[in-house]
C-alpha cells in the first residue's frame, strides 16, 4: 500500500503562511491521486484540496478558496499545499490523503489512504 509524509507544519500567526509538502511512496505510489484534508478539535474531518493528475486542476474547500493553493509533480509524486493569510479558524491537523478514484475526493471516498497528520495552528 502507498505509504504518505508529510511536512511543514507549525505555528503561526493570524495572517502568516505556511507550506505544507506530502509525498507518496511504495510501488503503487504513482496510481494514487493526492489530497488534504484537516480536522479542528470537536470538529468533523473537512476536505480542503485535492489533485486529480489526469484532471490536472486542483479543486478547493469553500473554507480555503482564494487563500490555499495545491501543487503537484507526478513524476515525484508529491503535492505541496501553499497556505496564505492564516486565520485562526485554519487551526487543525492537516491530513495527506491518497486514493485511486478517478472522482473527485471526499471524506466519503472509498479506500482513502491516510498520512500521520501535521499540526498547523494559527493565533496571535
Known amino acids: 500500500q502507498v505509504q504518505l509524509v508529510e511536512s511543514g507544519g507549525g505555528e503561526v500567526q493570524p495572517g502568516d503562511s505556511l507550506r505544507l509538502s506530502c509525498a507518496a511512496s511504495?510501488?503503487?505510489?504513482?496510481?494514487?491521486?493526492l489530497g488534504w484534508f484537516r480536522q479542528a478539535p470537536g470538529k468533523e474531518r473537512e476536505f480542503v484540496a485535492a489533485?486529480?493528475?489526469?484532471?490536472?486542476?486542483?479543486y478547493y474547500g469553500d473554507s480555503v478558496k482564494g487563500r490555499f493553493s495545491l501543487s503537484g509533480d507526478n513524476a515525484k509524486n508529491t503535492v505541496s499545499l501553499q497556505m496564505n493569510s492564516l486565520k485562526p479558524e485554519d487551526t487543525a491537523v492537516y491530513y495527506c490523503?491518497?486514493?485511486?478514484?478517478?472522482?473527485?475526493?471526499?471524506?466519503?471516498?472509498?479506500?482513502?489512504?491516510w498520512g500521520q497528520g501535521t499540526q498547523v495552528t494559527v493565533s496571535s
Open positions: 490523503a491518497a486514493s485511486t478514484s478517478t472522482l473527485i475526493m471526499t471524506t466519503q471516498t472509498p479506500d482513502l489512504v
Open positions: 511504495g510501488r503503487t505510489a504513482s496510481s494514487y491521486n
Open positions: 489533485l486529480t493528475w489526469s484532471f490536472g486542476m486542483p
